[in-house]
T-cell receptor, first 115, second 117 residues
Framework: ETGVTQTPRHLVMGMTNKKSLKCEQH?????MYWYKQSAKKPLELMFVYNFKEQTENNSVPSRFSPECPNSSHLFLHLHTLQPEDSALYLC??????????????FGDGTRLSIL | AQTVTQSQPEMSVQEAETVTLSCTYD???????LFWYKQPPSRQMILVIRQEAYKQQNATENRFSVNFQKAAKSFSLKISDSQLGDAAMYFC??????????????FGEGTQLTVNP
């Protein structure tokens, strides 16, 4: 039991498809994060939600659309992606955005491949 | 802006031996947090150890310890008595301490550790 669950584990999609990644945390946290992990690059923070409100959008293209309906769930809606968007997408959570002394807890990620 | 550098893309160690992974960072802040995360093939990022910059004492967690050199902006991870389960990608990460900056983590590029039986 990781505490942060991501589905699906793998996703292959064409550039014109629409799909969604899901993240759920069972830790009672109020902050949730999306990261992109590409080969041989540091993790890139994409979005942050704190108490369901978006607090960070790290210049992410609009073809990525996050949604946070409640503090336990986070989605990443995908539309018209590009081959360079192929990566591992990691979700994380922490008690709150301001709790800087608390570590983030990560899910297992969704491996996304764009054809 | 803060940057984190891991200069060793790959490292290997014999089982039961000790290995040290390097990390340097650049910041103008005086108070911050440093982390080492482990990412095994299962892909989940797992927190290994954490260091508060205001603490001079190096953090330890069982077989894992750090050598924190604040003046040199160095934060290396030492793994003692290496085990096969330690094989993973290791990421060094930095976070500012001010609440207004939130929990943003800055990661290094990672070091792939192989443990040989």
């Amino acid at each position: 039991e990781t505490g942060v669950t991501q589905t699906p584990r793998h996703l292959v999609m064409g550039m014109t498809n629409k799909k969604s990644l899901k993240c759920e945390q069972h830790l009672g946290h109020n902050a949730m994060y999306w990261y992109k992990q590409s080969a041989k690059k540091p993790l890139e923070l994409m979005f942050v939600y704190n108490f369901k409100e978006q607090t960070e959008n790290n210049s992410v293209p609009s073809r990525f659309s996050p949604e946070c309906p409640n503090s336990s769930h986070l989605f990443l809606h995908l539309h018209t992606l590009q081959p360079e968007d192929s990566a591992l997408y990691l979700c994380a959570s922490s008690p709150t955005w301001g709790a800087t002394n608390q570590p983030q807890h990560f899910g297992d990620g969704t491996r996304l491949s764009i054809l | 802006a803060q940057t984190v550098t891991q200069s060793q893309p790959e490292m290997s160690v014999q089982e039961a031996e000790t290995v040290t992974l390097s990390c340097t960072y650049d910041t103008s802040e005086s108070d911050y947090y440093l982390f080492w995360y482990k990412q095994p093939p299962s892909r989940q990022m797992i927190l290994v150890i954490r260091q508060e910059a205001y603490k001079q004492q190096n953090a330890t967690e069982n077989r894992f310890s750090v050598n924190f050199q604040k003046a040199a902006k160095s934060f290396s991870l030492k793994i003692s008595d290496s085990q096969l389960g330690d094989a993973a990608m290791y990421f060094c990460a930095y976070r500012r301490s001010q609440e207004t900056s939130g929990s943003r983590l800055t990661f290094g590029e990672g070091t792939q550790l192989t443990v040989n039986p």
